[in-house]
């Protein structure tokens, strides 16, 4: 077959960014370069949630999980020698996407870009981030509000760009099920829509339709995972038809973007997670109709950390290998009239539908949030309690756990790691640009951000004029604040015990015979200090603390360390536990470990959770941490045991 009857392939993209603007536009290029055709923008987690980087919720997430972006200089550096209107930009923010776009057009602008003619997405899916992620600022109204401002200026002033991708990517990785996956991503969609209908011409609706797209996961079970995906094809071409009266076929095409599974990945073998990647990656490109627009891949070491500048080329080439040497993109579609698929489709098409009907019962996504939230924990806990028990198998982890040593590690443990000073010099640049701008003009644009906010007007025009005038990230996030609220989301953890209690006898005895030794039930305090909202692994140990009979005290994210110490003054818990995943475990403990102290609360034992290299695992038992685990660590009834023998004031007093 000639080329010219090959499909074209999907846009690669590599998500990338790190450190500083600076360092991660020299990656950007570099990935350019090696034939990325697409750009996939992580922010630091000060950035996703709307802080600048010299604030105290900023310490130490600096540049850590993206690049730090507080102001029109910093997006200017990130770009600086990129054609903004040649590339095609995905930019993973939500709760910050409308300033982030804002400085985005405000940079394209500059470069004398036609700015009608600029491609790419912001995420912009803030549901997600109550039921996952935990990167969201303002209540759910305001927040939808924030969305569909979005995508009724991007119809009209940058027609090219997708102003939402609905983020279902996030919901697998909380332990949602194929079925919740389709039916709460489209739930999501549906809202956002929902809340359109009045802010555009009824004429022009089927175009932002059409402009909806969706980031979605793909993981092992890729037979599984290809039939959601055709399924998402089908169902979303049914919800335009006859929820929307969408005719034209053109705008109800399910049009995605991937990342494969990155919950998947393991801390055990890392070698192991190359295989992984690559059957991950045919759920989203074997079969024609549901083939996905855009993939980008994790690197086989993003459970220990950083990837390298190479660990994420050697994803790459997969793609290219895939999309240049095969001959996958010269056929029809691979899978119609195949019975087994079919079966399979409809089975989840059924499932999801009614689900679907469950959550328009309830009032929609927004109202449903607290149910979803907590149906995707029961799920997770339902996946944890597979690999615990072993009928869940993963290579390396539960089962083949004899190996050789991995020549891919090196003496910096085989990851990139990100130099502290970092954080300081992205603080000097910021304070610089403060000192360097208009004060008059700033106070201006904030004025017109807030009357904006407060009155309905589109939020795009104000917030790209305060991009313009020098305003920073947490200034534009502050207004919104102000005007909006801020919002604790739901945990999806109850106080009451769930029906997973199976196998759990004896840890429930020797959890009852410890709450007599101490005279009432043993308290189990569990944190999360600091950005990081990945909040599954913290959910999970409350979950099972709870189900062995524990006292469990969980308030959820983003709690800063005085917040921690009055909850422990307030509950009096005998053990603490910590969930850190963003990499800023050392400053966070270490502040944490010296309040403690401080207050006389020293005598609490406590443990420390997140992706932890060997080397900061002994300085944070140094600074008097009693445990430290790592995703190595997943028999949680062990980590159970370990809490019930560090409540015996007897054994910590040995310790």
Not at 322 to 338: I, Q, R, S, V, W
Not at 498 to 515: F, H, P, Q
């Amino acid at each position: 077959m000639s080329d010219v009857q090959k499909d074209r392939p999907w846009l690669f993209r590599t998500y990338a960014g790190h450190s500083t603007a600076k360092a991660s536009n020299a990656l950007y290029r570099g990935n350019l370069a090696k034939g990325q055709t697409g750009l996939s923008v992580a922010f630091d987690l000060p950035t996703q949630t709307g802080y600048d980087s010299d604030h105290q919720l900023a310490r130490g997430e600096v540049g850590k999980v993206g690049v730090p972006i507080s102001h029109l200089g910093d997006m200017r550096t990130l770009f600086d020698d990129i054609p903004l209107e040649q590339m095609n930009t995905s930019m993973t923010i939500n709760a910050t996407a409308p300033w982030l776009l804002s400085l985005y057009i405000a940079v394209a602008e500059e470069q004398g870009a036609d700015v009608t003619k600029l491609q790419g997405t912001v995420q912009n899916d803030i549901i997600k981030e109550y039921l996952s992620r935990g990167t969201y600022i303002c209540p759910p109204k305001p927040s939808l509000r924030l969305i569909t401002d979005v995508a009724a200026f991007c119809y009209t002033s940058v027609p090219k760009w997708n102003p939402m991708n609905v983020c279902s990517y996030h919901l697998q990785e909380a332990g949602a099920t194929p079925e919740q996956e389709l039916a709460f991503a489209l739930a999501t969609a549906c809202a956002v829509l929902d809340d359109l209908k009045g802010k555009v011409p009824e004429e022009d609706f089927p175009i932002l339709v059409g402009r909806i797209s969706f980031f979605v996961n793909a993981g092992i079970r890729f037979i599984t995972e290809m039939c959601k995906m055709r399924a998402f094809v089908d169902l979303w071409d049914e919800i335009c038809r006859d929820r929307y009266g969408v005719e034209n076929e053109k705008f109800r095409r399910f049009r995605y973007g991937v990342q494969v599974n990155s919950l998947g990945l393991t801390e055990q073998q890392p070698e192991n997670n190359v295989y992984r990647i690559l059957i991950e990656m045919l759920a989203v490109t074997l079969s024609k109709k549901a083939r996905a627009r855009a993939v980008q891949l994790p690197a086989w070491n993003e459970a220990l950390g950083l990837p390298r500048p190479w660990d994420q080329q050697w994803s790459l080439r997969m793609q290219q290998i895939m999309a240049y040497e095969t001959d996958l993109l010269e056929y029809d579609d691979l899978f119609d009239g195949n019975p087994a698929i079919d079966r399979k489709v409809a089975e989840l098409k059924e499932v999801a539908r009614a689900e679907l009907a469950n959550l328009d019962s309830m009032g929609g996504a927004v109202a449903a949030i607290e149910y979803m939230k907590s149906r995707l924990v029961d799920s997770n806990a339902d996946r944890v309690n597979g690999i615990e028990k072993g009928s869940t198998v993963v290579v390396g982890v539960n089962k083949y756990v004899e190996c050789e040593p991995s020549p891919l590690m090196d003496e910096d443990g085989g990851i990139m790691t990100v130099d502290p000073a970092v954080e300081a010099d992205q603080i000097a640049r910021l304070n610089a640009w403060r000192d360097g701008r208009d004060a008059g003009a700033v106070k201006a644009a904030l004025a017109g951000l807030r009357a904006a906010a407060q009155d309905g007007t589109n939020i795009m025009g104000p917030s790209i004029t305060a991009a313009k005038a020098g305003v920073t990230t947490g200034e534009w996030a502050e207004t919104m604040r102000q005007v909006f609220g801020q919002y604790r989301g739901p945990t999806g953890v109850s106080r009451a015990v769930s029906n997973k209690t199976e196998g759990l006898d004896e840890i429930r005895s020797a959890v009852d015979a410890m709450s007599d030794k101490l005279g009432r039930r043993l308290k189990f305090l569990m944190g999360k200090p600091g950005l990081d909202g990945h909040s599954n692994g913290a959910e999970q140990i409350a979950f099972r603390a709870r189900d062995c009979g524990m006292e469990i005290d969980y308030e959820g994210i983003r709690l800063t360390p005085d917040e921690i110490i009055a909850a422990a003054r307030r509950e009096e818990p005998h053990v603490i536990g910590l969930s850190i995943l963003s990499g800023s475990h050392m400053p966070l403990v270490e502040d944490l470990m010296g309040k403690l102290r401080a207050e006389g609360l020293d005598h609490i034992p406590v443990l420390v959770g997140g992706i932890i290299p060997d080397e900061d695992a002994r300085k944070l038992r140094a600074m008097g941490v009693a445990r430290v685990y790592t995703p190595k660590d997943f028999e949680l009834n062990r980590i159970m045991f370990d809490i019930v023998e560090l409540a015996d004031p007897e054994a910590v007093a040995a310790e």
